[in-house]
């Protein structure tokens, strides 16, 4: 059996990854750089339109303003599910929005903790890290 994809599909995966581009270019901070891979890198929910919109990034912009405070007050609101709200918890606390406790991480599947921990990786300096090498 062959998958092909249509092309309302195709469009959809591009402007994802252009929306991606945007919000890591308008990252002024090392940890606003951080939590923006982390977006992109999890993909499922910054294709909600409603965190696209909450962060400014729905209409597509030439030079994004991204609004990340925007994000915090609405958590609950954005349709999104338990995992997915635990995992933009710990993304706006590496901004410096909110206040998710680290015990979070146990409410994540094992995709969504490998980002976290790649993004906790470049908060501290280091991108290069193994995630699940032994120190």
């Known amino acids: 059996m062959q998958?092909?994809?249509t092309?309302?599909?195709?469009?959809?995966t591009a402007l994802l990854e252009l929306r991606g581009a945007r919000l890591i270019e308008s990252a002024?901070?090392?940890?606003?750089l951080a939590a923006a891979q982390a977006l992109v890198d999890e993909e499922t929910i910054l294709a909600h339109r409603s965190v696209l919109g909450a962060l400014g990034l729905l209409d597509l912009p030439e030079v994004a303003t991204v609004g990340w405070e925007g994000l915090m007050g609405r958590?609950?609101?954005?349709?999104?599910d338990a995992e997915e709200r635990a995992f933009l918890g710990l993304v706006l606390s590496m901004v410096g929005i909110g206040n998710t406790p680290l015990s979070t991480?146990?409410?994540?599947?094992e995709r969504r903790?490998?980002?976290?921990?790649?993004?906790?990786?470049?908060?501290?300096?280091n991108d290069t890290l193994a995630v699940g090498r032994r120190i």
Not at 7 to 12: N, V
């Open 3 to 5: 998958m092909t994809t």
């Open 75 to 80: 958590v609950y609101t954005l349709g999104l």
């Open 7 to 12: 092309s309302t599909e195709t469009t959809e």
């Open 105 to 109: 991480v146990s409410d994540l599947g």
């Open 113 to 125: 903790l490998s980002i976290i921990l790649r993004a906790i990786a470049r908060l501290a300096g």
């Open 28 to 32: 002024t901070t090392e940890r606003e």
